[in-house]
C-alpha cells in the first residue's frame, strides 16, 4: 500500500512553466511505475507521463518535448516539470503507483492538483 500527494498546481499563464510533485508515503524504488495522468472537464483521464523502476519513460504525444517526468528514490518523489504550458493542458492532474508483486496488481493514486493554464 502507498499513498500518494501531489502538489505543486497553480494557474499559470499560457507559454509558462510549472513542476508538479508527488510524494509518496514510503519507498518507490521498488514500484514498477510511476506516472502521471490528467483529467480536463468532460472528458476522460489519460496518461500524461510514465517512468519505470528502470528510470524507462514515456510520454503521451501531446506533451512530448514539453514535459519532463522523473524519479528521485531517496526522497520518494515524482516530479513532472511542464514547460510551454497551452490552455489545453488544463487538467487535474494525478499521481498514479502501479506494480504487481505476490498479492497481484496494485493501482494506487493521489488526490489530484490543478493546473490551470489560462490569461
Known amino acids: 500500500q502507498v499513498e500518494l500527494v501531489e502538489s505543486g498546481g497553480d494557474l499559470v499563464q499560457p507559454g509558462g512553466s510549472l513542476t508538479l510533485s508527488c510524494e509518496a508515503s514510503?519507498?518507490?524504488?521498488?514500484?514498477?511505475?510511476m506516472g502521471w495522468y490528467r483529467q480536463a472537464p468532460g472528458k476522460e483521464r489519460e496518461l500524461v507521463a510514465q517512468?519505470?523502476?528502470?528510470?524507462?519513460?514515456r510520454y503521451s504525444d501531446h506533451v512530448k518535448g514539453r514535459f519532463n517526468i522523473s524519479r528521485d528514490n531517496a526522497k520518494n518523489t515524482v516530479y513532472l516539470e511542464m514547460s510551454s504550458l497551452k490552455p489545453e493542458d488544463t487538467a487535474v492532474y494525478y499521481c498514479n503507483a502501479f506494480w504487481v508483486d505476490a498479492t497481484g496488481v496494485n493501482d494506487y493514486w493521489g488526490q489530484g492538483t490543478q493546473v490551470t493554464v489560462s490569461t
Open positions: 517512468v519505470s523502476s528502470f528510470g524507462r519513460t
Open positions: 514510503r519507498s518507490i524504488s521498488s514500484i514498477d511505475a
